[in-house]
Protein backbone atom coordinates (compact mmCIF):
# COMPACT_ATOMS: atom_id res chain seq x y z
CA UNK A 1 0.00 0.00 0.00
CA UNK A 2 2.86 2.40 1.02
CA UNK A 3 4.31 2.03 -2.77
CA UNK A 4 1.26 2.47 -4.52
CA UNK A 5 0.78 5.72 -2.20
CA UNK A 6 3.94 6.75 -2.88
CA UNK A 7 3.79 6.28 -6.42
CA UNK A 8 0.40 8.70 -6.69
CA UNK A 9 2.27 11.27 -4.41
CA UNK A 10 4.97 11.40 -6.63
CA UNK A 11 3.36 11.36 -9.75
CA UNK A 12 1.24 14.59 -8.29
CA UNK A 13 4.09 16.35 -6.82
CA UNK A 14 5.64 15.89 -10.39
CA UNK A 15 2.70 17.04 -11.80
CA UNK A 16 2.01 20.13 -9.51
CA UNK A 17 5.31 21.70 -10.73
CA UNK A 18 5.15 21.48 -14.17
CA UNK A 19 1.84 23.64 -13.56
CA UNK A 20 3.35 26.03 -11.69
CA UNK A 21 1.95 24.95 -8.30
CA UNK A 22 4.47 25.11 -5.70
CA UNK A 23 4.87 22.44 -2.63
CA UNK A 24 6.71 23.82 0.06
CA UNK A 25 6.65 20.21 2.60
CA UNK A 26 6.32 16.89 0.63
CA UNK A 27 3.68 14.43 3.01
CA UNK A 28 4.98 12.41 4.56
CA UNK A 29 2.14 10.75 6.27
CA UNK A 30 -1.11 11.49 4.76
CA UNK A 31 -2.41 11.73 0.98
CA UNK A 32 -2.76 14.93 0.73
CA UNK A 33 -0.73 18.16 -0.86
CA UNK A 34 -0.67 21.23 1.01
CA UNK A 35 -0.02 23.14 -2.49
CA UNK A 36 0.88 26.59 -2.47
CA UNK A 37 -0.99 28.56 -5.30
CA UNK A 38 1.06 32.18 -5.20
CA UNK A 39 3.45 31.46 -8.43
CA UNK A 40 -0.31 31.25 -10.67
CA UNK A 41 -1.72 34.11 -12.20
CA UNK A 42 -4.59 35.95 -10.59
CA UNK A 43 -7.19 35.09 -9.93
CA UNK A 44 -5.95 31.40 -9.48
CA UNK A 45 -3.26 32.35 -6.77
CA UNK A 46 -6.17 32.60 -4.37
CA UNK A 47 -7.31 29.18 -2.92
CA UNK A 48 -11.15 29.76 -3.44
CA UNK A 49 -10.98 31.33 -6.87
CA UNK A 50 -8.83 28.20 -7.51
CA UNK A 51 -11.36 25.83 -6.19
CA UNK A 52 -14.19 27.42 -8.69
CA UNK A 53 -12.12 27.48 -11.49
CA UNK A 54 -11.23 23.47 -11.11
CA UNK A 55 -15.10 23.24 -10.70
CA UNK A 56 -15.40 24.16 -14.16
CA UNK A 57 -13.71 20.92 -15.53
CA UNK A 58 -15.51 19.50 -12.70
CA UNK A 59 -12.31 18.93 -10.26
CA UNK A 60 -12.57 19.71 -6.32
CA UNK A 61 -9.93 21.19 -4.66
CA UNK A 62 -10.24 22.47 -0.96
CA UNK A 63 -9.25 26.39 -0.01
CA UNK A 64 -6.92 26.71 2.73
CA UNK A 65 -8.89 29.03 4.11
CA UNK A 66 -11.36 25.94 5.11
CA UNK A 67 -8.48 25.36 7.43
CA UNK A 68 -7.69 28.87 8.99
CA UNK A 69 -9.18 28.65 12.20
CA UNK A 70 -9.40 31.92 12.88
CA UNK A 71 -13.21 32.89 14.65
CA UNK A 72 -12.61 36.53 15.68
CA UNK A 73 -11.06 37.32 12.60
CA UNK A 74 -8.28 38.98 13.60
CA UNK A 75 -5.66 38.29 10.81
CA UNK A 76 -6.54 38.24 6.88
CA UNK A 77 -6.50 34.49 5.74
CA UNK A 78 -3.11 33.43 6.38
CA UNK A 79 -4.16 30.08 4.11
CA UNK A 80 -5.60 31.80 1.35
CA UNK A 81 -2.92 31.45 -1.34
CA UNK A 82 -3.42 27.75 -0.25
CA UNK A 83 -5.57 24.50 -1.23
CA UNK A 84 -5.07 21.02 -0.12
CA UNK A 85 -4.82 18.42 -2.97
CA UNK A 86 -5.65 15.10 -2.27
CA UNK A 87 -3.93 11.55 -4.07
CA UNK A 88 -6.03 9.16 -2.56
CA UNK A 89 -7.76 8.56 -5.62
CA UNK A 90 -6.81 6.01 -8.66
CA UNK A 91 -4.24 7.04 -11.14
CA UNK A 92 -6.09 7.79 -13.68
CA UNK A 93 -8.54 9.94 -11.82
CA UNK A 94 -5.18 11.54 -10.70
CA UNK A 95 -4.02 11.79 -14.23
CA UNK A 96 -7.22 13.13 -15.86
CA UNK A 97 -7.88 15.69 -12.51
CA UNK A 98 -4.35 17.51 -13.38
CA UNK A 99 -4.85 17.47 -16.89
CA UNK A 100 -8.04 19.06 -16.06
CA UNK A 101 -6.39 21.51 -13.36
CA UNK A 102 -3.94 22.09 -16.40
CA UNK A 103 -6.25 23.41 -18.72
CA UNK A 104 -7.63 25.53 -16.17
CA UNK A 105 -4.10 27.41 -15.24
CA UNK A 106 -3.95 27.43 -19.32
CA UNK A 107 -6.61 29.54 -19.90
CA UNK A 108 -5.24 31.90 -17.45
CA UNK A 109 -1.98 32.38 -19.02
Known sequence: MQRLF???RDYVLERLQQLGV???AEPEGTFYVWANL??????LDDGLSFFEAGLS???????GVFFDVNPEKRRYGQYHNYCRISFGPEMETLKRGLGSLERVIAKHR
Open 6 to 8: RKK
Open 22 to 24: KVE
Open 38 to 43: TDLPEP
Open 57 to 63: ENVITVP
